[in-house]
Structures are given as structure tokens and as C-alpha cells.
């Protein structure tokens, strides 16, 4: 058949799936959404005026952080063969600084002020070898990804005042269970019965790794600390690992932002008494690595409590998403929070999203979860927010617990507004001084670090394709 014939042909292919009285059949049968003027009790029930809680904030940082991915294919002919880039960033707002300079009422921005943000932010790039990628000190492109990043969290640049990120990493490890003491020496326990990281194999006998050192080599090959991540087994030795790097990059933004705060903690200044951190998507870590989210509810619930004992809030974590479940649904109940029957609503109100709402308003299911709503993945609330300018966020606040005890009762406790304190005052205080009116619903720092992470895929992507060839020397 001639390639003329073929795309002919296939350009009327559709006709017959659409014909398929089986796949009518489903997509009648299926439902995606909830009628939302049914649902306008569970919604008036819900909703809070926070309008009180919301005040100047005239003192303290906020410290905003984003974070991004890019995969380059190594040879346009090898398309298998890939490398991974990552950008972190951070950007750094003193409040005092920046009331001063609205209270200026100046109409166009100072571009020295744009300058000193610019320097006051940071970035770290990340390059993984993704499938295909050899090194002559490693048997496969597996085993010289988790060196490289084991690697990374030993870096000097990540460091401060003494403190690795892998010394936090470590610290998460020992609030989650993972160290103890063996022979005398402190070390990270692989279980008996787990995959090793080396080959997929269940470990025959518990395996025990000296923290001090970092990894441990065995007769089937090296092991390291930060194989707990499990970042490695979404690694595919063929083809993209777009998935895989995806992993490490929510690692990194999440881990990073706990390192950040812990050693903000150990300052003799304690700036992260008055912290504000913003997050681009959701307090929440998924995938293998998804349990290290119990290691930074320890973390924060320990920087606020030292923070109390100086009569100070201690970091408040937020983390706000411009796309999934809870935003679309803020979007679609918009009319509901700008007010009903006529009356319009004047300030700030808020909406706790509470497991049953989400099950059966935000994301229907048939049959209630009995399971609280993220009980393995996530460290915070979400709320759907609406300003007193009218725009709307899905606010995701940071659990204001060490963790997820007791169980039974968590689902209650984790939507109670008085258990969150002057941390929900900061969010909402924080969110009404930020809004941008360019941008919709965004707040200006996030909306700067999410820039400032960004790679465009043209012309940008293009650039780093064409380095990486260049950089990197053929395996032959």
C-alpha cells in the first residue's frame, strides 16, 4: 500500500471508533463531575469569613521556591539516550522592605529593587544520566544515576553553616525510623525482605549502611544512603525517564525547602521564627519516595515549637496550585463564594476541604474512603480561598501536627481551623498582600521563583540540547 494510500485511509480511521457501539456504550455509562447547584448546602455549610484574621504583615521573610525539568535526547539518531536537567529556585522577600516600597505608591517598578530580588534568589542545577548514559566507574546507566544522587545531597553548595542537605536527609531518616545503632556505629537499616537497590532482588539479610560514610559496597554491587528515596526504581534502562527525574525533582523541592528551614532553625538570629514559605503545587510527596513526607512534618512541627518558646508563629509552609482537583473546583463554586441569592460577600472567606466534601463534591467516588485523603502522601490542608479582591486559590497550609496520630481522629483535626492558630492568620494575610492582578491567581513571589526555575523548551530546551551534545563525550 502506498504511504498516499495509508495516510487516506487513515484519516477517516476515527469514523469507525466513533461508530463502536461499545465505546458509546462506556462513555455513556461514565460520569466525571457533580452538579454543583445540587451541592450549594454542603458548600454554604462549609464556608468561614476569615476577614477578621486577615492583617498587615509587617515583619519577617517570605522565602518562595519552584522548581523545574527538563530531558535532552544525546544524539538526534540515538533517541533512547537521554539526560535529565534540573533547576531549583528560591526567592527571598524581606516583608519590611517590601511594605516600605508600596507604601511608596510608585507606578512603575524600581528596576534596582527587581535587581536586589534577583540576587537575593538562589538556583541549583541538577544533571542526571538518564538511559544509555555510561561512566567507566559504574556497570550501567542505573548505578551512575544513584551515585549522582547520592552525590547531590553531599554537594558543598547545598550546605550551610556546617549543615549538608544530607545531613537533614539523614535527620528526616532518623524521625522516620530508619537509623540506628549497629556494632556501635550509626546506620541506615535496608530490611531484610526489601528490593535491593542493586538489582531488584529481595535483601537476604538486613543490610546496614554507616551514615558517616554514606554507602557500603556488597558482593552484588554498591548501596547508598539515599537509595531510601527509592527514586531509583521508576528507572528505566530504555527510553525516557522523564517519570524517574520527575521523582527526584519533587524530592528536591520538598527536602530542600525542610533543609532550608532546619538550618534557618539553627541561627542565632532565628529567621524562621517569622518565615513564610510558599510552594508551587500541592505539600505533598508522591511515588516511592512519598513516606519522606512524615519526615517533614517532624521538621516543621519542631521549628514551630522552638518558635513558641521565643513567643514567635515559627515557618509557615503553603502550598498553592494553579491546576488539579481542588483548583478546578474552586474555579467552578466561584459564583457560590462571590455570594448567593443576590447578596454579594464582602472579605475573605474560607473552605476547609474536608475528606468527605472532596469525596463526594471535588472528586466523587462511589463509595466513601475510609482512609483519610492523603494519608501517604501528604503534609498539608487544603482550603479553597477566596480573597477579598475576589480571586481564588487552592491553598494547601501545612499540617500543624508532628504527624498523623491518632489516626482515627485525624480526619477531624487535620480541617479544624482553631488547631492551626496564627499559622492560617499568616497564610490568609500573606495570600491578600500578594495577589497579583497581572498574573490572575498567583502571588508575586511564586509566581518569580516559578520563573526563575522555568526552562522553555524553545528556544531554551534547543540551547540545552545542543550543550549536552557537545558536553558530553561519545561512548563508543
Same mark, same amino acid.
Given at each position: 500500500?502506498?504511504?498516499?494510500?495509508?495516510?487516506?485511509?487513515?484519516?477517516?480511521?476515527?469514523?469507525?471508533?466513533?461508530?463502536?457501539?461499545?465505546?458509546?456504550?462506556?462513555?455513556?455509562?461514565?460520569?466525571?463531575?457533580?452538579?454543583?447547584?445540587?451541592?450549594?448546602?454542603?458548600?454554604?455549610?462549609?464556608?468561614?469569613?476569615?476577614?477578621?484574621?486577615?492583617?498587615?504583615?509587617?515583619?519577617?521573610?517570605?522565602?518562595?521556591?519552584?522548581?523545574?525539568?527538563?530531558?535532552?535526547?544525546?544524539e538526534k539518531q540515538f533517541p533512547t539516550v537521554r539526560v535529565g536537567l534540573i533547576k531549583v529556585a528560591t526567592v527571598f522577600l524581606d516583608l519590611a522592605s517590601y511594605q516600605e516600597s508600596r507604601a511608596e505608591a510608585r507606578m512603575f517598578v524600581?528596576?534596582?529593587?527587581?535587581?536586589?530580588?534577583?540576587?537575593?534568589?538562589?538556583?541549583?542545577?541538577?544533571?542526571?544520566?538518564?538511559?544509555?548514559?555510561?561512566?567507566?566507574?559504574?556497570?550501567?546507566?542505573?548505578?551512575?544515576?544513584?551515585?549522582?544522587?547520592?552525590?547531590?545531597?553531599?554537594?558543598?553548595?547545598?550546605?550551610?553553616?556546617?549543615?549538608?542537605?544530607?545531613?537533614?536527609?539523614?535527620?528526616?531518616?532518623?524521625?522516620?525510623?530508619?537509623?540506628?545503632e549497629f556494632g556501635g556505629v550509626r546506620c541506615v537499616t535496608f530490611p531484610k525482605g526489601t528490593k535491593s537497590p542493586v538489582d531488584n532482588q529481595k535483601l537476604a539479610r538486613d543490610i546496614h549502611i554507616p551514615v558517616e560514610i554514606g554507602f557500603i559496597d556488597g558482593p552484588g554491587g554498591r548501596m547508598y544512603v539515599t537509595d531510601r528515596l527509592r527514586v531509583h526504581?521508576?528507572?528505566?534502562?530504555?527510553?525516557?525517564?522523564?517519570?524517574?527525574?520527575?521523582?527526584?525533582?519533587?524530592?528536591?523541592?520538598?527536602?530542600?525547602?525542610?533543609?532550608?528551614?532546619?538550618?534557618?532553625?539553627?541561627?542565632?538570629?532565628?529567621?524562621?521564627?517569622?518565615?513564610?514559605?510558599?510552594?508551587?503545587?500541592?505539600?505533598?510527596?508522591?511515588?516511592?519516595?512519598?513516606?519522606?513526607?512524615?519526615?517533614?512534618?517532624?521538621?516543621?512541627?519542631?521549628?514551630?515549637?522552638?518558635?513558641?518558646?521565643?513567643?514567635?508563629? $515559627?515557618?509557615?509552609? #503553603?502550598?498553592?496550585?494553579?491546576? %488539579? /482537583? +481542588? !483548583?478546578?473546583?474552586?474555579? =467552578?463554586?466561584?459564583?457560590?463564594?462571590?455570594?448567593?441569592?443576590?447578596?454579594?460577600?464582602?472579605?475573605?472567606?474560607?473552605?476547609?476541604?474536608?475528606?468527605?466534601?472532596?469525596?463526594?463534591?471535588?472528586?466523587?467516588?462511589?463509595?466513601?474512603?475510609?482512609?483519610?485523603?492523603?494519608?501517604?502522601?501528604?503534609? $498539608?490542608?487544603?482550603? #479553597?480561598?477566596?480573597?477579598?479582591? %475576589? /480571586? +481564588? !486559590?487552592?491553598?494547601?497550609? =501545612?499540617?500543624?501536627?508532628?504527624?498523623?496520630?491518632?489516626?482515627?481522629?485525624?480526619?477531624?483535626?487535620?480541617?479544624?481551623?482553631?488547631?492551626?492558630?496564627?499559622?492560617?492568620?499568616?497564610?490568609?494575610?500573606?495570600?491578600?498582600?500578594?495577589?497579583?492582578?497581572?498574573?490572575?491567581?498567583?502571588?508575586?513571589?511564586?509566581?518569580?521563583?516559578?520563573?526563575?526555575?522555568?526552562?522553555?523548551?524553545?528556544?531554551?530546551?534547543?540551547?540545552?540540547?545542543?550543550?549536552?551534545?557537545?558536553?558530553?563525550?561519545?561512548?563508543?
Amino acid at each position: 500500500m502506498s504511504d498516499e494510500m495509508h495516510h487516506s485511509n487513515s484519516a477517516l480511521g476515527h469514523v469507525d471508533v466513533i461508530r463502536d457501539p461499545e465505546v458509546v456504550n462506556f462513555l455513556s455509562s461514565c460520569q466525571y463531575r457533580v452538579d454543583i447547584s445540587a451541592c450549594s448546602d454542603a458548600i454554604e455549610t462549609r464556608l468561614l469569613d476569615v476577614s477578621e484574621r486577615v492583617s498587615e504583615l509587617n515583619s519577617g521573610a517570605i522565602l518562595a521556591t519552584d522548581g523545574t525539568l527538563y530531558e535532552s535526547v544525546v544524539e538526534k539518531q540515538f533517541p533512547t539516550v537521554r539526560v535529565g536537567l534540573i533547576k531549583v529556585a528560591t526567592v527571598f522577600l524581606d516583608l519590611a522592605s517590601y511594605q516600605e516600597s508600596r507604601a511608596e505608591a510608585r507606578m512603575f517598578v524600581d528596576p534596582i529593587e527587581i535587581a536586589d530580588i534577583r540576587r537575593k534568589s538562589q538556583a541549583f542545577s541538577v544533571v542526571l544520566p538518564g538511559a544509555g548514559v555510561l561512566h567507566p566507574n559504574f556497570p550501567d546507566s542505573r548505578a551512575f544515576f544513584r551515585d549522582t544522587v547520592f552525590r547531590l545531597f553531599c554537594r558543598d553548595g547545598l550546605s550551610s553553616n556546617g549543615y549538608s542537605f544530607y545531613d537533614t536527609l539523614v535527620e528526616m531518616m532518623s524521625r522516620m525510623r530508619m537509623v540506628g545503632e549497629f556494632g556501635g556505629v550509626r546506620c541506615v537499616t535496608f530490611p531484610k525482605g526489601t528490593k535491593s537497590p542493586v538489582d531488584n532482588q529481595k535483601l537476604a539479610r538486613d543490610i546496614h549502611i554507616p551514615v558517616e560514610i554514606g554507602f557500603i559496597d556488597g558482593p552484588g554491587g554498591r548501596m547508598y544512603v539515599t537509595d531510601r528515596l527509592r527514586v531509583h526504581e521508576a528507572f528505566s534502562a530504555e527510553g525516557s525517564n522523564r517519570e524517574c527525574f520527575n521523582r527526584l525533582l519533587l524530592v528536591l523541592k520538598h527536602l530542600y525547602m525542610a533543609h532550608v528551614i532546619r538550618i534557618l532553625g539553627m541561627s542565632d538570629s532565628f529567621p524562621a521564627d517569622d518565615l513564610i514559605v510558599l510552594m508551587n503545587g500541592q505539600l505533598a510527596v508522591f511515588g516511592e519516595p512519598a513516606r519522606f513526607h512524615e519526615g517533614i512534618m517532624g521538621i516543621l512541627h519542631d521549628a514551630r515549637e522552638s518558635a513558641s518558646r521565643r513567643g514567635k508563629v $515559627g515557618p509557615t509552609v #503553603v502550598g498553592l496550585s494553579k491546576s %488539579g /482537583k +481542588v !483548583f478546578e473546583h474552586a474555579k =467552578a463554586i466561584e459564583p457560590y463564594l462571590v455570594g448567593s441569592g443576590g447578596g454579594a460577600r464582602d472579605g475573605t472567606w474560607l473552605l476547609p476541604v474536608d475528606d468527605e466534601y472532596r469525596d463526594t463534591v471535588v472528586q466523587p467516588a462511589w463509595e466513601p474512603r475510609e482512609r483519610n485523603f492523603g494519608d501517604e502522601t501528604y503534609y $498539608g490542608q487544603n482550603f #479553597v480561598l477566596r480573597t477579598r479582591k %475576589g /480571586k +481564588v !486559590f487552592d491553598a494547601c497550609l =501545612a499540617y500543624p501536627f508532628r504527624d498523623k496520630a491518632p489516626r482515627g481522629s485525624f480526619r477531624e483535626r487535620k480541617v479544624d481551623v482553631r488547631l492551626y492558630g496564627q499559622t492560617l492568620d499568616r497564610m490568609l494575610s500573606c495570600i491578600d498582600l500578594l495577589q497579583m492582578d497581572l498574573f490572575g491567581n498567583a502571588v508575586s513571589p511564586v509566581y518569580l521563583a516559578e520563573k526563575y526555575a522555568s526552562i522553555a523548551h524553545a528556544p531554551g530546551g534547543r540551547t540545552l540540547d545542543q550543550f549536552v551534545r557537545e558536553a558530553l563525550r561519545r561512548i563508543t
